[in-house]
């Protein structure tokens, strides 16, 4: 049960059956099963006891009882051996119990945590005297999440300074200092503001004139005539299809005429700007294939691809399944198959090697002995690796994402939603050096159906290291900092130190019935991009039907480390966002349902990449032949040697090379 739920952020009813074996009979008497909570409704943190009974044809109650029980999604809820029932997060849960091979389920809601704390954005330079200005606050629960739809009240210590209004406008009265209050139930913040006089004698803004593409960020600046103040100006933009923000910064996503106006008290001055398409949109050309069904000696038995690692000439690519495969791309144009490297596994999801491409490693989940980690295998002869070592001893729960640095493997472990680091310097004796975990309030630890023990409610997903800094995508805690040797801290890989964290509301984002969390990073300049990975709540991975997916890719800006917050972000509409790889001021990557994207993410990033036409090309990696027929399930991107290797869940791996521009009023369709 493990396995499912915290590799495939699942839990599946068939499954529990399975995990009954042996307590099947045709004989049964179970006809139906009825679970109940006592009530419908729980709030994040509690802990209920479930019930359940199974009858008989008749309806008659049967002296039997639960074989199992369980809860899903997993993210929001666990059960334990004897039904009580964990609550993390908000949305909807379904509550089973398992009598043999029959099922019977409950819907429960869960509602959000109350809001904690309330912030208000500082406001550095003072306002005049009938000056306005809209403060905003943020809403929080005590583990950190934006409450985003919570309702925010104002107040004024002192209006005859300074009043506010129910949308927290602040309107400067006469000079003085005023308390400005925000308060969301019990939850409030403050911040001091200073009304001054108006002493300008005028006012314009900078540039007067100027031009741009659209998604460029142009910052506009108001110059005040007559005083030695920075005063705090009102800024508004004329036309549909772009903003400017509080700092002056201006972003269109429609091309167009627009007029920006930065207003002090009475006061006005006015400037334009004239943006143009950015006409960024260029040919994809496929080069090779290498599909999934060719590797199989039974094509119709199907097979499902995980995670790839180019390097060189040979390209690594992991399956859901038992092995592992190795391409000769010396040729891009004719991948050939090497080698297929068996693995005691039902999932190999990560792969890579070190920098010198020397060894390799690969996570493990679902061994048959129960013992899953990684294991480190001799790259000598890139194309036919052998096995050198393994490393299970604290991660025998299994390890869904591993990441390479030096010496060093960081990794997910997937029973404690710890991070581990593994120090291979003798890899014939691989050893656990660090484990650094978040301390989750709500997280607790739980029994399996098979005796061990798991921390549910905390679960960390996927991890970079980069300049010393480990960039680890935590499912409901968000992105997390750590200092591995960067310095910033006195931290190292033997003792990593918190640096910063960002927190996301992914119901708020997504709303009920979905399995939702931080799931990708990937560190480039000063932005770091978090891919969500949102599924529905139950789901069949095996089934050929196709799964939904959403899911959105966040823009965070840690330029200060210590306070990432997010700028932009970049949603496909009903796709769902996976692993992603930036190089050149490029931005590949897999969007599942999606296809592969290609994005323009150069100069400084704000808004909504998709509607600025930030889009370079995209590409359908759906085939008649796919595991799920002409269903795209496009996992990852790389770029190597001037080619983009795209790997699809569904149809394998898709060698591409990107073209010339589209030209203006061409019909060619990307990626065709």
């Excluded at 390479?404 to 593994?422: E, P, Q």
């Excluded at 708020?508 to 991009?529: C, I, Q």
């Excluded at 595991?627 to 898709?654: E, K, M, S």
Aim: overall charge negative.
């Amino acid at each position: 049960m493990r396995i499912i739920q915290k590799l495939f952020s699942v839990i599946l009813i068939g499954v529990c059956v399975a995990a009954a074996a042996g307590q099947k009979s045709k004989d049964s008497p179970v006809k139906t099963v009825e679970v109940s909570g006592g009530k419908t409704e729980f709030e994040v943190g509690e802990h209920a006891k479930f019930s359940a009974v199974a009858k008989d044809d008749s309806g008659k109650t049967l002296s039997q009882n639960p074989t199992a029980w369980s809860a899903a999604p997993f993210d929001l809820a666990a059960a334990d051996a004897n039904g009580v029932v964990s609550f993390y997060q908000p949305g909807e849960v379904v509550v089973f119990a398992l009598f043999g091979d029959k099922v019977g389920l409950v819907k429960v809601i869960v509602k959000p945590a109350p809001v904690t704390t309330v912030s208000i954005d500082p406001v550095i330079t003072p306002i005049v005297v009938g000056g306005t200005l809209k403060l905003n606050a943020t809403a929080r629960t005590a583990g950190g999440d934006p409450r985003v739809g919570a309702l925010i009240s104002w107040a004024s210590d002192n209006p005859a300074i300074a009043t506010v209004d129910a949308a927290g406008v602040v309107t400067g009265v006469v000079p003085g200092k005023a308390s400005l209050r925000a308060a969301s139930g019990s939850a409030s913040g403050t911040i001091t503001l200073n009304v001054v006089k108006n002493t300008l004698r005028g006012l314009s803004v900078e540039p007067a004139s100027t031009s741009g593409r659209t998604g460029d960020v142009v910052h506009f600046k108001a110059v005040a005539a007559g005083s030695g103040e920075n005063f705090t100006p009102r800024w508004a933009v004329s036309g549909a299809g772009a903003v400017i923000d509080p700092d002056g910064g201006f972003l269109a996503d429609n091309p167009g005429t627009y007029i920006v106006t930065a207003a002090i008290g009475e006061r006005t001055a006015s400037a334009s700007i004239v943006v143009a398409p950015r006409n960024v949109e260029r040919n994809l050309e496929v080069v090779g294939r290498a599909p999934l069904k060719d590797t199989l000696k039974d094509p119709r038995r199907g097979v499902q691809g995980a995670e790839q690692w180019i390097i060189g000439n040979y390209a690594y690519y992991s399956t859901i399944s038992d092995h592992f495969l190795v391409y000769d791309i010396s040729d891009p144009g004719k991948p050939k198959l090497t080698d297929k490297v068996t693995v005691d596994a039902r999932l190999i999801n990560d792969i890579s090697t070190t920098a010198d491409g020397k060894t390799l490693v690969i996570s493990r989940e679902g061994a048959s002995n129960r013992k899953n980690g990684i294991a480190f295998y001799d790259t000598s002869d890139p194309a036919h690796p052998k096995p050198l070592s393994e490393y299970t001893a604290t991660v025998t729960g299994g390890v869904h994402s591993a990441f390479v640095d030096l010496h060093y493997v960081y990794l997910t472990d997937d029973a404690t939603g710890s991070m581990r680091v593994i120090d291979f310097a003798d890899v014939k004796n691989p050893k656990e050096v660090a484990r650094w975990q978040v301390e989750n309030a709500v997280a607790n630890t739980l029994k399996d159906t098979a005796g061990d023990e798991e921390v549910h409610g905390r679960y960390l997903h996927d991890l970079q290291v980069k300049d010393g800094l480990a960039y680890l995508a935590y499912w409901r805690d968000g992105l997390i900092i750590l200092d591995v040797g960067n310095g910033i801290k006195g931290g190292s890989p033997e003792k990593p130190k918190f640096v910063g964290q960002l927190h996301f509301n992914h119901n708020e984002l997504y709303g009920n019935g979905w399995l939702a969390g931080t799931h990708s990073v990937f560190r480039y300049k000063n932005y770091v991009f978090v891919g969500d990975e949102v599924f529905p709540g139950t789901f069949d991975l095996s089934s050929r039907i196709r799964i939904p997916v959403r899911g959105i890719m966040h823009v965070v800006d840690v330029s200060d480390l210590e306070h990432p917050r997010k700028v932009a972000e970049y949603p496909v509409p009903e796709a769902g966002a996976h692993n992603i790889w930036v190089e050149n001021d490029i931005l590949y990557m897999g969007y599942y349902n999606g296809g592969g994207r290609v994005l323009d993410v150069s100069g400084e990033l704000r808004g909504d990449l998709y509607r600025q036409g930030r889009q370079i090309a995209n590409l359908w990696t759906g085939d008649a032949d796919g595991f799920r027929p002409n269903v795209p399930f496009c996992w990852g991107a790389q770029p190597h040697n001037g080619l983009i290797y795209f790997n699809d869940v569904h149809t394998g791996l898709w060698i591409v090379k990107l073209g010339e521009p589209i030209e203006k009023g061409s019909t060619t369709a990307p990626g065709q």
